[in-house]
């Protein structure tokens, strides 16, 4: 054994989990993903992190930082590298009752968040699925069901505690190291290892969730209106509307309206969702008042092999008719993938696009396509994504990194204006300046 893993060993008090031991296989696979990675190391501590950084630069192999595992193309493993697996930094305490300042380990998952909230009747802008990570989701934006009231995940964001690079502990807010504060809040892993966030929660009372659906004939007319309403209808209401599901009939399933209304007055919520319904042929309405919590559905592993592939990019608001036309007629023909179109605007709108490293505040809408299967049909399935995608190009912009299976350099432009990329880079210069953390959307040293 090499003396650096030898004290290694001795000094770090996590787990290190190896080829061949009980753990491995579980530990090495990230949700879409497989790996092999050499190490998986899960830190007890922030000393421990700080342990695992020093070792992971030393060996030179590759590195990936896991939250809840949960990214597209897979940045939660490796193969014969090192993972720092957070997983066990995972408490959430709520330290500040009068301010609702909640602290969160980087490891720890939204469905832990809204549990331990749920009883003080507070919550996180957030994401919709419980078993995804706070870490990947908030350091890239957090688009989830009160989006457009409260803002992004890392709009509430009061201060973040990292080891970087050179295994120091620093801290990121508004007043201690802003710049660092403004890349974190975008820039997703590249700077360092987020060991615990502070977020200012909101208060939550149960909502008006469910989804209203409609033939598949009816797309063009449903999706129009359904846009135009979200243009006046109030920001407690946040919306997705999705075609294809491939659990519901594919391209002949009917057009669903998910709406989620942040508040419990059934008069408010009928006034904001009624235009909705209107719309066309109500095929089926389940929208009922639900604790926030149980709005979080349970995320699934998918079985080794199968992939998942999500592309993305946004819409402002003028070239919407143009896209939701487009969207309207492949998502009701046959080999279309999943679509979901997904409300941001409202709160987003409001901060500023050079305020954080996430600058796509001007978007109305999100179009995101998710194709999954096992490779052959992937590839089967590329040429008509790669059809849909190329109608769409010339009204649509950027992309969210969460939803991109891809990290190539055009990956990497989509999600990172010129401006913006040239402003991480100064900032990963600072903290990352031999590029340790790189399984991301990767953003070079200046
Ligand atoms: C089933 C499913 C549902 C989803 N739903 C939503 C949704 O509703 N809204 C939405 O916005 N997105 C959603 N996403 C996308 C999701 O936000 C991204 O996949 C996100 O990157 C996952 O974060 P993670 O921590 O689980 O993943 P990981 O794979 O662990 O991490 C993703 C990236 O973040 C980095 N990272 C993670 N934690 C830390 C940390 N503490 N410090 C530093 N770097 C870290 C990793 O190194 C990696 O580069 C969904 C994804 C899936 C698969």
Do not use: C
């Amino acid at each position: 054994m090499s003396s650096a893993l030898e004290s290694f060993r001795r000094d770090f008090g996590g787990d290190i989990i190896e080829p061949g031991d009980a753990e491995y296989e579980a530990a090495s696979r990230s949700v879409v993903t497989t790996g092999s990675p050499a190490y998986v190391l899960r830190p007890a501590t922030v000393a421990d992190v700080q342990t695992a950084v020093g070792f992971a630069a030393g060996t030179g192999l590759p590195l990936s930082v896991r939250g809840g595992g949960h990214s597209f193309p897979g940045f939660g493993t490796n193969d014969g590298g090192v993972v720092i697996d957070l997983s066990r930094l995972a408490d959430v305490d709520l330290v500040d009752r009068e301010r609702h300042i909640v602290r969160i380990g980087g490891g720890a998952t939204w469905g832990q968040v809204a549990a331990a909230l749920a009883p003080h009747h507070l919550a996180i802008s957030s994401g919709d699925t419980k078993s995804v990570g706070v870490g990947g989701l908030t350091l890239s934006g957090g688009i989830g069901w009160k989006v457009r009231k409260y803002g992004l995940a890392l709009d509430s964001v009061v201060t973040a505690e990292l080891v970087t690079a050179d295994g120091e502990v620093v801290t990121a807010s508004a007043e201690e190291n802003p710049e660092l504060f403004w890349a974190i809040r975008g820039g997703g892993g590249n700077l360092g290892i987020v060991t615990a966030f502070e977020f200012a929660a909101h208060p939550t009372t149960d909502v008006f969730f469910g989804k209203v659906t409609f033939p598949a004939s009816e797309a063009v007319e449903v999706l129009q209106g359904w846009a135009n309403h979200l243009r006046t209808a109030p920001e407690e209401l946040t919306s997705i509307a999705s075609l294809a599901n491939p659990f519901a009939g594919g391209h002949e399933a009917p057009v669903e309206i998910h709406v989620a209304f942040d508040g419990d007055d059934e008069a408010l919520a009928d006034r904001a969702i009624d235009p909705i319904r209107r719309l066309g042929t109500v095929v089926d309405d389940d929208v009922a008042l639900t604790a926030y919590a149980d709005v979080l559905v349970e995320g699934a592993t998918p079985p080794p092999g199968i992939q998942l592939v999500a592309r993305n990019a946004f819409a402002d608001r003028e070239p919407v008719p143009e896209v939701l036309q487009i969207l309207a007629e492949v998502g009701t023909s046959p080999g279309s993938p999943m679509i979901a179109v997904r409300s941001v605007g409202g709160a987003v709108s409001r901060v500023a696009d050079d305020a954080t490293a996430y600058a796509h505040r001007q978007a109305e809408l999100m179009v995101v396509t998710v194709t999954g299967g096992p490779k052959p049909v992937i590839e089967a399935a590329r040429p008509g994504l790669d059809a849909l995608w190329g109608k769409l190009a010339p009204h649509v912009n950027g992309a969210y990194a969460n939803f991109l299976a891809a990290a190539g350099a055009e990956d990497v432009a989509a999600v990172y204006p010129a401006e913006t990329y040239r402003r991480l880079a100064a900032v990963k210069r600072q903290y990352d300046p031999n590029n340790l953390f790189a399984r991301n959307h990767n953003v070079r040293p200046a």
